[in-house]
């Protein structure tokens, strides 16, 4: 079985959704440690051809929490982010089979940004087709006590892991011969951007799974999929 673990990101770019769709299970890292100015609850769409962060406002967020420890702030800044990509996008060629699956996201009740990003993960993969199975730490396996490469072996052992796989930036992070010692293949995936048609005089890559989707819709999304 092929198995990646990942912290939850906000609409991540297509990178992420390529790591999902290579494995069987997707397991989501939530209960480990917030980061600042990281992916965990922003992101970045084409706002008059340049690229611009959104953001998901959190409540009293810090890097001494879990991120599953962490509320969703209670402003209206769902309505919003609908606005704003309303009229980033209400032009665009799949504007209409896309925002209504970004407005449930967006919309779906709940006031833990764990939650909400394990929804949205859901939601968006069930919509672009991909049939990975996923699990959140904080609700499965116990093992906080470990860190590190330590806890993401035990988690490949207990799911009985022939591969791990991991996006290319974790190369630094792992030691190959620990996860052979462990009977684990180590493997490592870096996406291939394919330009696509956006509202911009260059492509630019590694912008949020929004972009993509309204741009390219799901049957344009395939073969994307497989370009890493």
């Known amino acids: 079985m092929k198995l990646a673990i990942m912290q939850p ?63 969703l702030d209670s402003s209206n800044w769902r309505d919003k982010l609908l606005k704003t990509i309303a009229n980033t996008y209400r032009k665009s060629p799949f504007f209409a089979d896309v925002f209504p699956v970004i407005e449930k996201i967006i919309l779906f009740k709940t006031e833990n940004v764990a939650d909400f990003l394990a929804n949205q993960l859901l939601e968006l993969s069930k ?11 904080s609700r499965v396996y116990e093992n906080q006590s470990l860190s590190g490469q330590e806890r993401i072996i035990d988690i490949c052992k207990r799911e009985k892991t ?8 974790g190369q630094t992070l792992y030691d190959s011969k620990t996860f052979s010692d462990a009977e684990i293949e180590l493997q490592f995936i870096e996406m291939k951007p ?35």
């Open 162 to 169: 022939d591969v791990y796989l991991n996006a290319i930036g």
């Open 9 to 71: 990101y906000f609409f991540p770019y297509l990178g992420y959704f390529q790591l999902i769709h290579a494995v069987d299970k997707f397991v989501i890292f939530d209960d480990v440690n917030y980061i600042n100015k990281g992916w965990i609850n922003r992101n970045r769409i084409l706002v008059n051809q340049q690229p611009c962060y959104f953001i998901m406002p959190l409540k009293q967020a810090s890097q001494n929490k879990l991120i599953c420890d962490i509320d």
């Open 127 to 137: 919509f672009i087709g991909i049939k990975t199975e996923f699990v959140l730490t």
């Open 194 to 228: 394919l330009p696509y048609p956006q509202k911009s005089t260059e492509f630019v890559p590694y912008l949020s799974i929004i972009d993509v989707l309204m741009n390219v819709g799901v049957e344009g999304i395939k073969e994307h999929l497989n370009a890493f």
